[in-house]
């Protein structure tokens, strides 16, 4: 699930002070917090109860949350401005439940399952997250705009494209977590799994 602007599995929240592009890096932190309980209803209802907020009285699962700061700088070369710098950092933050000692092995076994598919679910938002950058940075690269003395223009445009980029790939995080959270989708399968008697 997405924190915010999108909304998936855990939850993904995406915060945009857009900018530029022509180098991005990606900064990772992964979080989590404890649950326990003895069958698999118990540990549903456990991270029901202690897990990321997801709007203002549910709790989600897992979480992916981003925010995109963008750093540029444009200057006059022959008449036109060009970008000359357009840094990216895409901070990517996780929130997994982490269980205590299972009371059985099928248990533990079941949760492993569970476990390994909730992250698969976050990463995919990570893994769209990191495309956005990417696509962003070459649309901005190499942007130059003629007679733009100040260079207003040019970082106008440069907004402008990261904001679009970024408009597209919120609709992709939103049709993925579509699919994944409708009736009889891949978040129902997974807890229906972890939960059989």
Not at 29 to 48: C, E, F, H, K, V
Request: net charge positive.
């Amino acid at each position: 699930m997405r924190l915010a602007v999108l909304t998936c599995l855990a939850a993904i929240g995406v915060l945009c002070a857009p900018q530029a592009s022509a180098g991005t890096r990606v900064l990772v932190q992964t979080r989590s917090y404890d649950i326990q309980g003895n069958s698999g209803a118990a540990l549903i209802a456990a991270m029901d109860g202690k897990g990321p907020k997801h709007g203002f009285m549910t709790h989600a699962i897992a979480q992916t949350a981003y925010t995109v700061d963008w750093d540029l700088d444009a200057g006059q070369d022959n008449g036109f401005c060009r970008l000359r710098r357009a840094n990216g950092t895409l901070n990517l933050f996780y929130t997994f439940p982490r269980m205590a000692s299972p009371s059985t092995p099928v248990l533990k076994k079941r949760w492993n399952r569970f476990f390994a598919g909730v992250r698969a679910h976050e990463e995919t938002h990570g893994r769209i997250a990191r495309e956005m950058m990417r696509v962003t940075n070459r649309s901005i690269t190499g942007l130059k705009v003629a007679d733009d003395p100040n260079c207003y223009k040019t970082r106008r445009e440069a907004r402008r494209r990261i904001q679009a980029a970024y408009a597209v790939y919120e609709a992709k995080q939103n049709a993925f977590d579509a699919r994944e959270h409708r009736d009889g989708g891949h978040v129902e399968h997974l807890i229906a799994a972890l939960m059989k008697p």
